[in-house]
Nanobody, 120 residues
Framework: QVQLVESGGGLVQAGESRRLSCVASGRFLSIRAMGWYRQAPGKQRELVAA???????NYADSVKGRFTISRDNAKNTVYLQMNSLRPEDTAVYYC??????????????WGQGTQVTVSS
């Protein structure tokens, strides 16, 4: 079983920055891709950013140029640096990991989510 634990959420003012962290723990062979999703009230969960084990990244158009995703493979940790935050970035942010287990099956895991609220 794999656990993902997010941290770093909270209340910030528009224009400020925040960094989210997500640590994966448990027993697994490797983590392929890791990513951040978000879900605002009344909206569907959407991809914010993702990074592969090799470091390739992709971003939602709405956050390009403002958010940066990175990962530390040795620490099984993924980060989301969020700059120039806007009220529309307010959401619950979820960590996601595509994991290769010891049975050589891939499985997708989610964290419990961390709330980010941006006030205007």
């Amino acid at each position: 079983q794999v656990q993902l634990v997010e941290s770093g959420g909270g209340l910030v003012q528009a224009g400020e920055s925040r960094r989210l962290s997500c640590v994966a723990s448990g027993r697994f062979l490797s983590i392929r891709a890791m990513g951040w999703y978000r879900q605002a009230p009344g909206k569907q969960r959407e991809l914010v950013a993702a990074v592969t084990s090799g470091g390739s990244t992709n971003y939602a158009d709405s956050v390009k140029g403002r958010f940066t995703i990175s990962r530390d493979n040795a620490k099984n940790t993924v980060y989301l640096q969020m700059n120039s935050l806007r009220p529309e970035d307010t959401a619950v942010y979820y960590c996601n990991a595509d994991v290769l287990n010891f049975d050589y099956n891939r499985r997708n895991y989610w964290g419990q989510g961390t709330q980010v609220t941006v006030s205007s």
